[in-house]
């Protein structure tokens, strides 16, 4: 699995961001929610002014999925089109 930026056991992934203040954080947490939507696969998170943490893991099958490492990917590229969202 190549996530650098991602922290990855056996049964979940997990990413910690912060962004420039919160309308930058929910705006980003928009466009996942869009994305997770029309994948049908979709995060467990929580967001704290301009912080935002990310669980991923499929409940159903006890670990990570392939639908997880898309959402993943999707996240990784939507950070790459705004600024901000650097890792904690």
């Given amino acids: 699995m190549d996530f650098p930026a991602w922290d990855v056991t056996g049964h979940f ?21 869009l994305a997770a939507e029309a ?8 967001n704290s002014w301009n912080r935002v943490s990310i ?3 499929t409940h159903d ?5 392939a639908l997880d490492l ?5 996240i990784d590229r939507l950070l ?7 890792s904690e």
């Fill in 55 to 57: 669980v991923l893991s």
């Fill in 61 to 65: 099958s006890g670990g990570l999925t």
């Fill in 39 to 46: 994948i049908g696969h979709h995060p467990d998170w929580s």
């Fill in 80 to 86: 790459g089109e705004i600024k901000g969202g650097q």
């Fill in 70 to 74: 898309k959402l993943a990917r999707h």
């Fill in 13 to 33: 992934m997990e990413r910690h961001l912060a962004f420039s203040d919160f309308s930058e954080a929910f705006g980003f947490m928009v466009r996942v929610a």
